[in-house]
C-alpha cells in the first residue's frame, strides 16, 4: 500500500515537473516570436500599400491636421475608434513607412477633380510637417529605407483613380513633381482610357490613351496601380508596362470572387512582370461568405424599399426596417477573422511566390476590418500568425516590406533608363492635342 501510494506520488510528482515545464516553455514561446518579429521590422521597414486617413482627416476634421489629434491613440475603452490610424498605433504597430492615398470620389470629374487631389496632396503634406517628429515624406526607396533607420515613419502618397488627372498628362506629371509615386488607373467607375472592375466595360481594357500613360508613368517612375481595375485592364497594362507593376490593396480571386481581386492567372504574369499584390483586409474583399451574405443582404433592402418605385414596402421606411431586423435575425453575419487575410497571402505566395505579396490594409477607407486586423496596430499579430505557418525570416521580411522596396526600386531603374533614352520626348495625346 505504501508502495503504490509513493509511486502515485511520484507520478504526480512528475505529471506536475512536465506541466510547470511546459508552461514555462509556453511563456517563453510568445516572447521569443515577439522578438523574432521585432528583429524583422528593425532592419525591414514595414510598408502598408493604401491608408485613406487623408480623406477621413477631410470629412471629419474639415482638412485641419492639428484637430485630428493624431498624437492621440483614437481607440476607445469600449473598442470602438473614429479612425483606425493614429502614431501611438502606427508605432505599436511597428509601421516603417506608410503610402497615403489622397482618394476623392468619382462623382467629382474634370477642374473640380484636379483641385481637390491638390487639396489632398495638402493634407498629407500638412500633416507630415504638422508630426515632424513622426513622419517624414519619402520619394524614393532609398528615402524610404533612410527614414526607418531615422525612427520615423516614412510617408508616400498614392492617387486612387484616373479620372484625378482630368485626361491630362501634365497633370500627372505635376502630381509626381508634388511627390505622387504611384496612380490607381481607375477608381470604381471606367475612365475614358480604362476599365473599372465594378463598372460595365466600355474599351476592354487600356485604349491607346490608356497605353500612354502606362508608359508615361514609367518613364517618370510612378508606380502602376491595377488595384480597382478590370481583368482586362490589369492584362493590357502587364503587356505595356516596363516596369514592375503594384496593387496597392487587393487580394486572391481564387479565395474570394470580388472582381477586384487579382486571379492566378493575373498571378502567373504579374511574377514575371516582378510586381507585387498588397493584401487588402476589408472584410467583404477578403471572405467568401462576408461577401456573399453583403451582396444577398443587399438585395433584401431592395426588396424591401427601393424609392421611387421598387419594395414591397416602399414609402414606409419604418416597416422596411422591421422587415430587415427579422431578415438579420434569420441570417447572422458570417465572422470573418485575421486567418482569411493570412489564408490570401498564402494563396499568393503559393502562385505568385514569396517575391510578389505584401500588406495593403486600406485602413479608414473601410468601415469593417476581419477581427483580430481593427487598425495600425495589428500588423505584428499578422506577421506572427505567418510565422506560426512556417513563414521564415526572410519570408516575413519580403511580406512586409522588402518587395514593394524592389518593386519601387525597379521602377526608379526603368525611369532613369527611359528619360536617358527619350529625351523627355515623349509626350501623350490625352487632353494635349
Request: hydrophobic share 40%; no cysteine; aromatic share 6%.
Amino acid at each position: 500500500m505504501k508502495a503504490a501510494l509513493v509511486v502515485k506520488r511520484a507520478t504526480l510528482t512528475v505529471t506536475l515537473s512536465v506541466g510547470v515545464l511546459l508552461t514555462a516553455l509556453s511563456s517563453q514561446a510568445a516572447p521569443s516570436l515577439d522578438a523574432r518579429i521585432d528583429k524583422i521590422l528593425d532592419t525591414t521597414p514595414l510598408i502598408d500599400g493604401h491608408n485613406d486617413l487623408p480623406w477621413e482627416i477631410r470629412k471629419k476634421f474639415g482638412g485641419d491636421v492639428s484637430a485630428a489629434q493624431l498624437e492621440q491613440n483614437h481607440q476607445k475603452p469600449d473598442g470602438s475608434m473614429d479612425l483606425m490610424t493614429d502614431i501611438p498605433r502606427l508605432k505599436a504597430g511597428r509601421v516603417g513607412a506608410q503610402f497615403w492615398s489622397v482618394w476623392i470620389p468619382v462623382s467629382v470629374q474634370g477642374a473640380a477633380a484636379v483641385q481637390m487631389t491638390l487639396e489632398q496632396i495638402d493634407i498629407v503634406k500638412r500633416m507630415t510637417e504638422a508630426y515632424s517628429a513622426n513622419f517624414e515624406l519619402a520619394l524614393t526607396a532609398a528615402d524610404i529605407r533612410r527614414i526607418h533607420r531615422n525612427h520615423k515613419i516614412a510617408s508616400l502618397i498614392g492617387v486612387e483613380g484616373g479620372h484625378q488627372i482630368n485626361e491630362s498628362a501634365a497633370v500627372l506629371r505635376q502630381y509626381y513633381d508634388l511627390g505622387v509615386r504611384y496612380m490607381t488607373l481607375t477608381h470604381t467607375t471606367n475612365v475614358p482610357w480604362a476599365d473599372s472592375a465594378t463598372d460595365t466595360p466600355k474599351v476592354h481594357g487600356l485604349t491607346p490613351d490608356g497605353e500612354r500613360v502606362v508608359r508615361e508613368m514609367n518613364r517618370l517612375g510612378m508606380l502602376v496601380d491595377l488595384s480597382h481595375v478590370s481583368e482586362e485592364t490589369m492584362l493590357a497594362a502587364l503587356n505595356v508596362t516596363q516596369a514592375p507593376v503594384m496593387f496597392s490593396h487587393s487580394s486572391a480571386r481564387a479565395i474570394n470572387a470580388h472582381p477586384r481581386n487579382v486571379s492566378d492567372d493575373v498571378l502567373k504574369k504579374l511574377a514575371q512582370n516582378n510586381g507585387v499584390v498588397m493584401v487588402n483586409f476589408f472584410t467583404n474583399y477578403v471572405s467568401e461568405t462576408r461577401r456573399v451574405w453583403a451582396a444577398e443582404r443587399d438585395a433584401e433592402m431592395a426588396r424591401l424599399n427601393h424609392p421611387p418605385y421598387g419594395g414591397i414596402y416602399i414609402g414606409q421606411p419604418e416597416k422596411a426596417k422591421v422587415a430587415l431586423a427579422a431578415w438579420d435575425k434569420a441570417h447572422p453575419k458570417p465572422e470573418v477573422t485575421i486567418e482569411v487575410v493570412a489564408d490570401h497571402i498564402d494563396h499568393i505566395r503559393q502562385v505568385a511566390g514569396i517575391d510578389h505579396v505584401g500588406l495593403g490594409s486600406d485602413f479608414d477607407g473601410i468601415d469593417e476590418t476581419p477581427k483580430g486586423l481593427e487598425a495600425v496596430d495589428r500588423y505584428p499579430a499578422l506577421l506572427k500568425l505567418l510565422a506560426a505557418r512556417g513563414y521564415s525570416d526572410q519570408d516575413l521580411a519580403k511580406l512586409a516590406g522588402g518587395n514593394l522596396l524592389r518593386v519601387l526600386t525597379d521602377a526608379e531603374r526603368v525611369a532613369d533608363g527611359l528619360k536617358h533614352a527619350t529625351q523627355l520626348t515623349q509626350k501623350l495625346a490625352v487632353n494635349e492635342e
